[in-house]
């Protein structure tokens, strides 16, 4: 079984910053890719940022410049978010893709974390 355990979300006013973190736990082979996506009140899921354990990068437009996806070990990784506005009020959620073996057969599968709650308001 595999873990996502997310952390640092709150409450912060328009302008000032926040760093998400998710750490992967549990049994598994590698990790190719982690990413955030966020969940704005009664709005559809939505991607913000991935990174691959190549250290490519990929950003929504609206988060472009503000914020920023880094690694920190095989299993963990940040999100800087800068400039934080109202419109950036969601749930965040980290997903990984985890590559482990089910019955001796090596495979991949993506996996959520329970969510981080991120409110911007004055």
């Known amino acids: 079984q595999v873990q996502l355990e997310e952390s640092g979300g709150g409450l912060v006013q328009p302008g000032e910053s926040l760093r998400l973190a998710c750490e992967a736990s549990g049994s598994f082979v590698s990790i190719s890719a982690m990413g955030w996506y966020r969940q704005p009140p009664g709005k559809q899921r939505e991607l913000v940022a991935t990174?691959?354990?190549?250290?490519?990068t990929y950003y929504a437009d609206s988060v472009r410049g503000r914020f920023t996806i880094s690694r920190d070990s095989a299993k963990k990784v940040h999100l800087q978010m800068r400039n934080l506005k109202a419109e950036d009020t969601a749930v965040y959620y980290c997903?990984?893709?985890?590559?482990?073996?089910?019955?001796?057969?090596?495979?991949?599968?993506?996996?959520w974390g329970q969510g981080a709650q991120v409110t911007v308001s004055s």
């Open positions: 990174i691959t354990f190549g250290s490519s």
């Open positions: 997903k990984a893709r985890v590559f482990r073996y089910r019955v001796g057969v090596l495979g991949s599968d993506d996996y």
